[in-house]
């Protein structure tokens, strides 16, 4: 997950990295499927590593996807769309963002599921669920991956 703008100046080649490591590890990426931001970044990313890409649009037009989407979700449900990016996602990962990215974060923790930001600050709010073990800062990508595949190994167990 992550802004549909680049917040920082790195979160391009970031998201698309991240992309690619999802790619080369056999896993799916899923985002919100527009052609711009971390959406974008991440699809190409995967796209271009062999991976498997789903996108969820908040449109009821296909043709708003990413060209780097394989699977693209049309939903015509706009923002609302974003239940359906956290809840069919085994990770949660986020990347900086705005109120769009920081929904997603909330939904996520609202439904339990674990989430790891990626070089991403979203302030104090958070560390209540950073002590429950819910909430992960990572800045790496190696640190990144190691986490994913112990979540993954563990059911989310840690």
Do not use: C
């Not at 970031?14 to 974008?40: C, Q």
């Not at 990413?66 to 449900?77: A, L, N, Q």
């Amino acid at each position: 997950m992550g802004g549909s703008k680049f917040v920082n100046p790195d979160d391009e080649k970031y998201a698309y990295l991240i992309g690619k490591m999802i790619a080369k590890e056999g896993w799916v990426l899923l985002n919100g499927g527009r052609p711009s931001g971390v959406m974008e970044s991440s699809a190409k990313g995967a796209k271009e590593n062999g991976g498997i890409t789903v996108g969820i649009l908040p449109t009821d037009q296909s043709d708003w996807a990413s060209p780097y989407i394989d699977i693209p979700i049309v939903t015509g449900m706009g923002f609302a769309r974003n239940v359906i990016n956290i809840l069919s996602s085994d990770i949660i990962v986020a990347l900086p963002g705005s109120a769009g990215t920081i929904s997603e974060i909330a939904l996520a923790l609202n439904h339990g599921k674990k989430v790891i930001l990626f070089r991403f600050d979203v302030g104090l709010w958070i560390k209540d669920y950073q002590d429950r073990g819910q909430v992960f800062f990572v800045d790496k990508l190696e640190q990144l991956r190691k986490l994913m595949r112990k979540m993954l190994n563990n059911h989310f167990h840690l």
